[in-house]
């Protein structure tokens, strides 16, 4: 599915955010920085976009590590996974953590992260004392391979 997605320039300078190929589920979302800044080893750094955005019911954005970003320098989201919700309409900020130990330089207009939009399973959560029977079970943490 296809559609607009409605994103507001918090400044001048924001970057709205791209998809590097005609078949990328995720969107770049770019720093809005100063200045180049360092992040040191184990430290996180909060990365303004400038961007605000009007997430359709239903449907959540998902700020995932851009690939490139954490295999050579080692910076990827603090909390792996960002949540956009639907009803948010503040700044979004990736806190980038740097995972590498060396100390790791963010350009202003780097692409920092990528947000993927997708829908989502609202659920209502219902208490039951019996749940039905699968042939997994309760296996977990590697049961189903070697």
């Not at 963010?106 to 993927?116: D, F, M, T, W, Y």
């Amino acid at each position: 599915m296809n559609g607009i997605l409605k994103v507001k320039k918090l400044a001048p300078a924001a970057i709205l955010p791209t998809y590097g190929s005609e078949f990328s589920a995720g969107a770049d979302l770019y720093a809005l920085l100063d200045c180049e800044t360092t992040i040191l080893p184990g430290q996180m750094l909060m990365v303004p976009t400038g961007l605000a955005m009007e997430i359709p019911t239903g449907y959540a954005g998902l700020i995932f590590a851009r690939s490139g970003l954490a295999s050579k320098k080692g910076l990827a989201p603090a909390n792996k996974v960002g949540v956009v919700d639907a009803d948010y309409r503040g700044e979004v900020k990736v806190a980038l953590f740097n995972h590498s130990d060396k100390p790791q330089t963010v350009s202003p207009g780097e692409r920092i992260a990528q947000l993927v939009i997708t829908p989502f399973y609202k659920a209502e959560f219902e208490e039951c004392v019996d749940l039905s029977e699968t042939k997994r079970s309760s296996g977990g943490f590697g049961s189903t391979g070697k």
